[in-house]
């Protein structure tokens, strides 16, 4: 009898009910790797191409036809459709047909060459942000080209050198690096935290999930008889095959995104490999603190969606941190996930010592000591607990 008590029988009990429920295959390998191949297939181009968009031309001479298809050129426009009255077009563009009009105006090409300043119009659909920011850029550009080839064109017929022209329209030249992301990939700049980001939903449910169905089930004194009535070999037993299988499946989405989709990795694989396992465990002791604070299911559950959903956001990789209310600013660091986007940073993109990233490290992993100061109560309602629907 005492062979079958102890962290080890804990272990294989927990593997045997893993492999015996399909709800624990579902969530642990189908729907991570589901959405790992989903997101990175969706955004395999890293930025949308071809974005259809419509071009009003009121003047229709070979200069406004050239603007055109200079505005065709652009890798994210398409012009689509070439219309006659602006009324059509904004009627495409309620209807979803195209993100973006373009109106050339009437005597575009004459007031061009006297001089006169004529304005180009475009009107942008930001329903769908990205697309119109790409768009909007790339309707400028053409506005701003074709004013300075007007100029260029008018201050050599009188007879300016080039070097000349090229200081007054451009007299500071910029040079621009984009670091870390040079390709503006949307790809490596979603998909490194929302992978994880999922991967961390799925651990916190689970880790409810696994310890809640417990109580539903009132088999809850099994489990404590085999742990040796001890509630942290308990907990390790019951964890430790989960924090194998996820790690193991997030290391899979690491190998994708760093060695065959090539995505910035410039400190190694190593520290990104420690920083994904400290986040599983983390977001187990979570899912602990959860239960035992809320120890039914359904609301066990219920916090950990939202602490998982709202994570994203509060990681700071879309919006930052620093721009937030400050209640929101010191919120944002109960989130692992937000302590891991801050290792992605210092590792993976800009590849600075582990040493700068020790604050971030030494928290996720202070995230484990959380529920250590509940456990008793959650030991009391595994032990007396009668679960209501």
Same mark, same amino acid.
């Given at each position: ?7 080890? =029988?804990? #272990? ?19 729907? +991570? ?18 974005? !259809?968009? %419509? ?28 219309? @006659?009255?602006? *009324?059509? @077009? ?29 304005? #180009? ?16 850029? &790339? ?9 300075? %080839?007007?100029?260029?064109? *008018? ?13 007054? /329209?451009?007299?500071?030249?910029? &040079? ?88 910035? /990795?410039?400190?190694?694989?190593? !520290?990104?490999?420690?920083?994904? /396992? ?10 602990? $603190?959860?239960?035992? /604070? ?15 959903? #709202? ?7 879309? $919006? +930052?941190?620093?721009?937030? @209310? ?16 801050? #290792?992605?940073? &210092? ?28 456990? =008793? ?13």
């Amino acid at each position: 009898m005492v062979n079958n008590i102890g962290l080890l =029988p804990v #272990i294989r009990r927990e593997i045997r009910r893993l492999v015996s429920h399909p709800i624990y295959v579902f969530t642990m390998v189908i729907a +991570p790797l589901f959405c790992y191949f989903l997101f990175t297939s969706l955004m395999k181009n890293g930025l949308p191409t071809n974005l !259809p968009v %419509a071009v009003v031309d009121l003047d229709g001479t070979s200069t406004s036809r050239n603007v055109i298809r200079q505005l065709d050129v652009f890798s994210q426009s398409q012009v689509v459709m070439e219309l @006659a009255q602006f *009324t059509e @077009a904004r009627s495409a563009m309620q209807e979803g047909k195209v993100y973006a009009v373009f109106v050339i105006p009437r005597h575009f090409t004459r007031d061009l060459v006297n001089g006169e300043q004529p304005k #180009i119009s475009f009107y942008t659909n930001n329903t769908f942000f990205i697309a119109s920011s790409l768009v909007f850029k &790339d309707m400028k550009t053409v506005s701003v080209l074709v004013s300075g %080839a007007a100029n260029r064109k *008018t201050r050599l017929a009188k007879g300016q050198e080039m070097r000349q022209i090229m200081a007054q /329209l451009q007299p500071i030249v910029v &040079d621009s690096h984009p670091l870390s992301n040079p390709w503006m990939n949307y790809s490596i700049y979603l998909n490194n935290i929302l992978l994880p980001g999922v991967l961390q939903l799925l651990v916190l449910l689970l880790t409810v999930y696994s310890i809640g169905i417990e109580i539903k089930q009132k088999t809850t004194l099994h489990w404590l008889h085999t742990g040796g009535d001890s509630m942290t070999v308990s907990i390790i037993g019951k964890l430790l095959p989960h924090t194998v299988i996820f790690t193991l499946v997030g290391v899979f989405f690491q190998v994708l995104l760093y060695k065959y989709l090539h995505f910035p /990795l410039m400190s190694g694989v190593w !520290p990104m490999v420690l920083a994904l /396992l400290l986040l599983v465990m983390a977001s187990q002791a979570l899912g602990v $603190f959860f239960i035992s /604070l809320l120890p039914v299911l359904r609301l066990g559950l219920s916090a950990a969606s939202l602490i998982g959903v #709202i994570s994203v956001s509060m990681s700071g990789f879309s $919006f +930052p941190v620093f721009a937030m @209310a400050k209640p929101l600013q010191v919120l944002s660091h109960i989130f692992p996930l937000r302590h891991y986007f801050l #290792i992605y940073v &210092d590792q993976a993109l800009n590849g600075i010592s582990m040493y700068y990233s020790r604050v971030d490290y030494l928290v996720l992993v202070g995230f484990m000591l959380l529920p250590l100061p509940f456990l =008793p109560k959650l030991k009391h309602a595994l032990k007396y607990k009668e679960y209501k629907m």
